[in-house]
């Protein structure tokens, strides 16, 4: 990460798991052991579309903030 000048996001989720997305994630701390596909998907679109997270490694796992809420508080 030191040796690049791309911008990048790295984002680790814990387990995928495939159930359906509940649209509420915790970034930036782990706290289960799971995530759905369906909600890292939608983590990294709004990741994408916004600057905030630029160079940044994000922990996420399933929670209770609905996602563009908790991509908001990354700020």
């Given at each position: 990460?030191?040796?690049?000048?791309?911008?990048?996001?790295?984002?680790?989720?814990?387990?995928?798991?495939?159930?359906?997305?509940?649209?509420?994630?915790?970034?930036?701390?782990?706290?289960?052991?799971?995530?759905?596909?369906?909600?890292?998907?939608?983590?990294?679109?709004?990741?994408?579309?916004?600057?905030?997270s630029i160079g940044e490694?994000?922990?996420?796992?399933?929670?209770?903030?609905?996602i563009p809420e908790a991509?908001?508080?990354?700020?």
């Amino acid at each position: 990460m030191n040796n690049t000048h791309l911008q990048y996001t790295i984002l680790q989720p814990t387990a995928l798991v495939e159930k359906p997305g509940s649209g509420k994630v915790t970034l930036g701390d782990y706290t289960t052991n799971e995530n759905s596909i369906d909600n890292v998907a939608e983590v990294l679109i709004g990741l994408a579309e916004h600057n905030s997270s630029i160079g940044e490694v994000i922990e996420m796992s399933a929670g209770n903030e609905p996602i563009p809420e908790a991509i908001n508080h990354l700020n």
